[in-house]
């Protein structure tokens, strides 16, 4: 039974049916017990897993992303940028919802995500609107870039948002070799991204100097009275 209806989940993902093709790797576990769901999701495309993670509905709690193992994840986690969302609002999404669902197994799911091809460039993707907090972290221990003072240092209470704090902290101080991957890019980025804006503004402050400049006067060619005789 597990295979069809591994086989009739992935015919409903291609027809675009996610809510149905979740909905009948629920059934499984409802009758068949939990162990039967993680055998059917080990058995699922990666890209079809991913398919039903990142359609992820903070109004109600998913079965799947309760039971998908680390190593099913990172996998589904690398084939998110395939999609190509440069917003990556449903890579946080799904990242959020599956790290942060049980505290001893954070660890786990950071680690299984490090050990695949990708994966670091997945997080560095999950923290790419964030690279100024993170960058002054790296220096500082803290996300408020204003504070450039020793002793500002936060322990991991004061960030434990099940977000973006969270997860930086933990890769800084828990898994500093996968940090070492991820804030030199960011690093990189951010420079790039603040030259572009600094770009931008000094165009646009020409672009506004020059429409304030008043238009040079000119002369205009004297026009000959035709009622007057020619000196010739």
């Keep these: ?12 993902i291609r027809n675009g049916d996610i809510a ?7 059934s499984l576990a409802e009758t068949e ?5 993680v055998a059917a999701l080990d058995t699922l495309p990666p890209k079809d897993l991913l398919a039903v993670i990142r359609e992820y509905d903070t109004s109600k709690e998913s079965v799947v992303n309760l039971l998908v193992t680390p190593e099913q994840f990172a996998r589904a986690v690398v084939m998110e940028r395939l999609y190509g969302d440069h917003s990556h609002v ?13 505290d001893s197994q954070t660890g786990e799911f950071l680690e299984a995500i490090g050990d695949v091809d990708g994966g670091c460039e997945a997080l560095i993707d999950y923290l790419s609107d964030r690279d100024e907090e993170v960058v002054h972290f790296v220096t500082y221990d803290t996300f ?18 099940r ?3 969270e997860l930086t902290w933990l890769l800084k101080h828990e898994h ?4 070492e991957q991820i804030w030199p890019v960011l690093k990189k980025r951010m420079k790039e991204r603040l030259r572009r804006e600094a770009e931008l503004e000094l165009q646009e402050q020409k672009n506004l100097e020059s429409q304030d400049r008043p238009a040079a006067a000119t002369q205009p060619a004297a026009v000959a009275d035709p009622g007057e005789e020619s000196a010739l």
Excluded: C, H, I, Q
Excluded at 144 to 161: A, F, I, M, P, Y
């Design 1 to 12: 039974m597990t295979n069809a209806l591994v086989v009739k989940a992935a015919n409903l």
């Design 163 to 165: 977000d973006w704090k």
């Design 90 to 102: 449903r890579l946080r999404g799904m990242v959020n919802a599956v790290l942060f669902r049980d």
């Design 144 to 161: 408020n870039v204003n504070r450039t003072e020793e002793g500002d240092e936060v322990d991991k209470s004061e960030v434990s948002d």
């Design 33 to 37: 017990g939990d162990y039967a769901l």
């Design 20 to 26: 149905g093709a979740e909905f009948a790797l629920v």
């Design 176 to 179: 500093p070799d996968m940090f």
